[in-house]
């Protein structure tokens, strides 16, 4: 069964660090670019981060470079988002997915499964 689910949201203050983790069924992960999206009331999804099937090439948003760090075991099955500096504006409900292939791409349409989200609150 194709799953993934995230953990690790909740409530920070500015200034403030978390990290979200993301379990992904072997199917979902094995081979796969993952990527993190994020989406505000009101507002598109947006590119967080993506990550490479080998870990070897991440692309970040514009908004957060500097900031995040994603990362991945392999062993694991699993894929992390490390958020530092958090600000206001990163409030959001955070979604890993599983891309179409190896490489990661920034548009939601080259994803294919997708986790439940996760609400991440930067109070200021």
């Known amino acids: 069964q194709e799953q993934l689910v995230e953990s690790g949201g909740g409530l920070v203050q500015a200034g403030g660090s978390l990290r979200l983790s993301c379990a992904a069924s072997?199917?979902?992960?094995?081979?796969?670019?993952m990527g993190w999206f994020r989406q505000a009331p009101g507002k598109e999804r947006e590119f967080v981060a993506g990550i490479s099937w080998s870990g070897g090439t991440t692309y970040y948003g514009d908004s957060v470079k500097g900031r995040f760090t994603i990362s991945r075991d392999n062993a694991k099955n699993t894929v992390y988002l490390q958020m530092n500096s958090l600000k206001s504006e990163d409030t959001a409900v955070y979604y890993c997915?599983?891309?179409?292939?190896?490489?990661?791409?920034?548009?939601?349409?080259?994803?294919?499964?997708w986790g439940q989200g996760t609400q991440v609150t930067v109070s200021s």
């Open positions: 997915a599983s891309g179409r292939g190896s490489v990661p791409r920034t548009s939601p349409r080259e994803y294919v499964y």
């Open positions: 072997r199917r979902t992960f094995v081979s796969y670019a």
